[in-house]
């Protein structure tokens, strides 16, 4: 189709002999292929005298289903309890894991060319070109006006990125009952990370080639320390009147280290990140350290009237250190309200009814996840400057400060009613819910004028809504068992205020290289997230009227004229998608017959949209990359009843609804078939427990969406949610396994 673009701007064909390629190369063949995992745990538990204990060790071992892409674990459990006297009980909870991350780059990048990654790269290929060219160098696309960058199997094989991550975290507590009724319980809990992430981009990849190499290594260190201590009383005035009380304080404090080695040109690619001292070209060496601080004041108090009027209020007085001077404190309280309907004398005797329950609670909590710093203004270390003609290094402003950075705060009522009949056999859940998110915590884009490209703030309102409700059931209990739940929820999202006068707030989870700046917009009214561009209104046909968009030509997207003003502006940009669903849901059943067990569980999400970034590369038309084969339906004069736009470098640039696709899916997540050995044959082999099993995820997903996956967010955002962009897809799986127990 290549050719037809050149034809079609009036330029000649770029290939005179296509037959001549031959079939070509399947890139998703080549780095592709079928993964493996092992998960192994061995556990002990027991109990002597007044020691209770329990210990397990466990391995963890997947192969990707991309070559190169592995992750392994070890884990290591041991938490121990012991009632030291007849007033005083403590116990320690020890826990230790090392694992390994050996990724390849998927999710593509903002560094245009050389960060593309490793499924886009085996989209947007060429397939007319091998893995090597004559020469044994690795192929780089080389399509006449498109960007060149590498093939997939070189980034897969050359691009080096392993994080490994080792932790410790050690709990103890101690409990000591005052007097009757009223104890005193102290934790004390720290969490050492180390973490190293090794980075090597070979000199076969366009990011090492202009370096030599390029590698880094960068260490990290964070020590957690938490401390909580608490009163607790319980009292109770006759047998109608239960109360408990609770009060305590927690300090938590979290300092982090961070330090970076860089080096370039080096005299061989085999090192890899292990040779520092190979590379000549240093690259200044960089460090930071940062602490934050929190402490809370807390306190609750439970009333119980004759088990039919429950009642619960809870205090909180929070401190961060990440917030401004004048803003640091907040306060979130929160209470709950039950009414235990059967307990009264009208549902007494109604035996179809087991337990019937009214709930209503309101409460606010907040939100300190911002990072460290960020409301203070800080520098940075920038290229040198020349002062008596020596070279000095300089400091430049970074960020801005805003000392008036406060608290993000969620307030939610919620209002619900739990009903059982049929001894069990069957119970509802009904909730409703409100949620109003206030000063909400965002980086803030600034003008160009003022030096900062953004800054954090609180800026506005968003409200999320709406009905859950869930169904257990036991339909089936004879030699045959059948249990089953259904859930389902309704969610709707909407921004309420904006501080900046209530204007949009218009972004892009995208790079500027792929042009779809402004594909996204927070706006007073919608969602979070919401998609943003023009709406595609059919093709034009030869003797459509083209005085909206006279540049024009029959088989070119029409755009829609929004404002009425006669032209195609960027007024007529509009909200073109909500990547939130309608409604998700979970459907599990579990059976069991004899010594056989069968589970199967399904969820769904219906309603929400992606943005396909990815087909906006491959399907714009412009021949710049490989395409889906959409684009044989291409509009042709010969073939005008088709939806697909003929195919111009300047076609479809624009972020367009024509991108926006239906996420809609149901997916078979888990499915497991059990049996277990009858009791008669583990007492001849002298175990309690032998299960052997078969299991599999992910095994059928029924959607139209085009890409992958459609369960996608970029950069695991609310704000990116249903962007798809080179993700590494979500993988089928068949496990067998093997339970024992002594």
Not at 163 to 191: D, H
Not at 377 to 389: E, K, R
Request: proline fraction near 3%.
């Amino acid at each position: 189709y290549a050719n037809e673009v050149k034809l079609n701007d009036g330029q000649p064909v770029i290939y005179a002999n296509p037959a001549s390629f031959g079939v070509g190369t399947n890139w998703q063949d080549e780095i592709f292929r079928t993964g493996a995992l092992q998960n192994h745990q061995l556990s002990i538990s027991g109990f002597k005298g007044n020691i209770n204990y329990y210990t397990s060790i466990g391995y963890y071992n997947q192969l990707g289903t991309i070559h190169n892409s592995e992750y392994k674990r070890l884990t290591i459990m041991n938490n121990l309890e012991m009632k030291a006297s007849d007033k005083l009980s403590i116990g320690s909870k020890l826990f230790y894991s090392h694992d390994v991350n050996d990724g390849v780059l998927t999710l593509e990048t903002t560094g245009g060319s050389e960060g593309t990654g490793v499924v886009s790269a085996a989209l947007k290929f060429e397939p007319i070109q091998g893995i090597f060219d004559d020469s044994d160098n690795y192929t780089t696309s080389n399509i006449v006006g498109g960007d060149p960058f590498d093939n997939p199997v070189n980034i897969m094989d050359n691009l080096k990125d392993q994080i490994a991550t080792e932790q410790f975290q050690a709990n103890v507590f101690a409990e000591y009952e005052i007097i009757k009724n009223l104890k005193f319980k102290t934790t004390v809990g720290a969490r050492v990370l180390n973490q190293r992430d090794g980075y090597y981009a070979g000199s076969t990849l366009r990011e090492g080639l202009t370096t030599g190499g390029n590698a880094n290594i960068t260490a990290r260190r964070s020590i957690n320390v938490l401390n909580e201590d608490y009163l607790t009383y319980s009292w109770n005035f006759g047998d109608a009147h239960k109360f408990n009380a609770m009060a305590g304080y927690s300090y938590q404090e979290n300092t982090s280290e961070n330090w970076k080695a860089e080096n370039h040109n080096f005299i061989t690619d085999q090192f890899g990140y292990w040779n520092m001292g190979a590379g000549n070209v240093n690259q200044p060496a960089t460090s930071s350290w940062s602490q934050w601080k929190m402490a809370s004041f807390y306190g609750r108090l439970n009333y119980n009237f004759n088990d039919k009027y429950l009642f619960t209020f809870t205090n909180r007085y929070d401190g961060s250190s990440r917030f401004g001077a004048d803003n640091k404190w907040a306060y979130f309280p929160s209470g709950a309200v039950a009414w235990n309907v059967k307990k009264e004398s009208f549902l007494t005797d109604v035996d179809l009814i087991d337990h019937l329950k009214v709930r209503a609670s309101y409460g606010v909590t907040g939100n300190t996840e911002i990072g460290t710093y960020t409301s203070l203004a800080s520098v940075n270390l920038t290229a040198f400057t020349i002062i008596g003609n020596q070279q000095v290094p300089a400091l430049i402003p970074s960020s801005v400060a805003n000392g008036k950075l406060t608290w993000e705060n969620t307030s939610q009522y919620d209002g619900g009613i739990d009903i059982g009949f049929f001894n069990g056999r069957l119970s509802l859940t009904v909730d409703y819910y409100n949620k109003l998110t206030q000063n909400l915590l965002y980086q803030l884009p600034l003008p160009a004028y003022s030096g900062f490209t953004s800054s954090m703030n609180n800026i506005g309102e968003i409200e999320n809504k709406g009905f859950e409700f869930s169904i257990n059931a036991n339909p089936v209990n004879r030699s045959l068992k059948w249990f089953t739940d259904f859930n389902i929820s309704f969610n709707k999202n909407k921004i309420k205020s904006l501080t900046e006068d209530g204007k949009d707030i218009i972004y892009s989870a995208a790079g500027g290289h792929v042009h779809a700046t402004g594909m996204q917009v927070i706006r007073i009214g919608q969602p979070l997230g919401t998609f943003f561009g023009y709406v595609a209104d059919g093709l034009y046909q030869a003797g459509s009227d083209f005085s909206i968009e006279p540049t024009k030509k029959a088989g070119d997207l029409r755009l829609k004229d929004i404002s009425s003003d006669g032209k195609i502006t960027p007024d007529d940009r509009t909200v073109i998608g909500d990547p939130n669903p309608d409604f998700v849901f979970g459907f599990n059943n579990d059976f069991s017959y004899k010594n056989f067990e069968l589970s199967i569980f399904l969820q769904g999400a219906i309603g929400g949209e992606i943005f396909n970034l990815t087909r906006y590369e491959l399907d714009a038309g412009i021949a710049k990359n490989n395409a889906t084969t959409d684009i044989l339906r291409r509009w042709t004069p010969t073939n005008t009843n088709t939806d697909v736009p003929r195919v111009t470098v300047t076609c479809l640039v624009e972020p367009s609804s024509y991108w926006v696709e239906n996420g809609s899916y149901v997916r078979l997540k888990h499915v497991s078939l059990a049996y277990n050995l009858p009791k008669s044959l583990l007492a001849k082999i002298k175990v309690d427990k032998l299960r052997f099993y078969v299991s599999a995820q992910n095994f059928i997903t029924i959607t139209g969406y085009k890409g992958f996956d459609p369960e996608v967010s970029l950069s695991d955002s609310n704000r990116n949610a249903g962007i798809d962009y080179g993700q590494y897809p979500s993988v089928k799986s068949v496990t067998f396994g093997l339970n024992i127990g002594f």
